[in-house]
Antibody
Framework: EVQLVESGGGLVQPGGSLRLSCAAS????????MNWVRQAPGKGLEWVSY????????FYADSVKGRFTISGDNAKNSLFLQMNSLRYEDTAVYYC?????????????WGQGSLVTVSS | QSVLTQPPSASGTPGQRVTISCSGS????????VNWYQQLPGTAPKLVIY???QRPSGVPDRLSGSKSGTSASLAISGLQSEDEADYYC???????????FGGGTKLTVL
């Protein structure tokens, strides 16, 4: 059974840092591209970042470029999101999601989400 | 403001057919397949249509997708109370090098 489990969320002050993790199981992690998607309270879905299966291709949303870093560890079947210089508007539930196709098949599995709250 | 445009709300009575639209541009829907997600309250999104009109295993055939030019649609026939959820369209954008989402449509079963 495919499972994605996020962790690392919590309360952080503006300007602070947080590292999210996504533990994958039930599939060959190294064969899939992965993404982070977030959802602010009461708002819609916003894509955050993409990493290819080989980690050679990485993309970021303009809203997080230069502040967030996505990475993957195939040996640990894990995806990470290092978030620096956090802002109030980064408050959201962060989901990791598996992408089976090259920019075409959507995200077929999602984690349960990890809440990040940026507040003073 | 979302790159893809969806109506904020839609509604129907049990048994009816409802359609949700999604409008984009040549760099996203016009060039790439559209995917649709269903999000029930308090849960993670679920893929219900991929590559314009394909249903993942387990998704009922009451849900169908279509695409024409720079627009796409999700249709739900034989509406049921369990279909009440938020629905999002998404596509890859070649100009932004980003996945773009619609703002979401809240479907209410009256």
């Amino acid at each position: 059974e495919v499972q994605l489990v996020e962790s690392g969320g919590g309360l952080v002050q503006p300007g602070g840092s947080l590292r999210l993790s996504c533990a994958a199981s039930g599939f060959t992690f190294s064969s899939y591209s992965m993404n982070w998607v977030r959802q602010a309270p009461g708002k819609g879905l916003e894509w955050v970042s993409y990493i290819s299966s080989s980690s050679t291709t990485i993309f970021y949303a303009d809203s997080v470029k230069g502040r967030f870093t996505i990475s993957g560890d195939n040996a640990k079947n894990s995806l990470f999101l290092q978030m620096n210089s956090l802002r109030y508007e980064d408050t959201a539930v962060y989901y990791c999601a598996r992408e089976p196709g090259n920019y075409s098949g959507g995200f077929d599995y999602w984690g349960q989400g990890s809440l990040v709250t940026v507040s003073s | 403001q979302s790159v893809l445009t969806q109506p904020p709300s839609a509604s129907g009575t049990p048994g009816q057919r409802v359609t949700i639209s999604c409008s984009g541009s040549s760099s996203n829907i016009g060039s790439n397949p559209v995917n649709w997600y269903q999000q029930l309250p308090g849960t993670a999104p679920k893929l219900v249509i991929y590559r314009n009109n394909q249903r993942p295993s387990g998704v009922p055939d009451r849900l169908s997708g279509s695409k024409s030019g720079t627009s796409a649609s999700l249709a739900i026939s034989g509406l049921q109370s369990e279909d009440e959820a938020d629905y999002y369209c998404a596509a890859w954008d070649n100009s932004l090098n980003a996945w773009v989402f619609g703002g979401g449509t809240k479907l209410t079963v009256l």
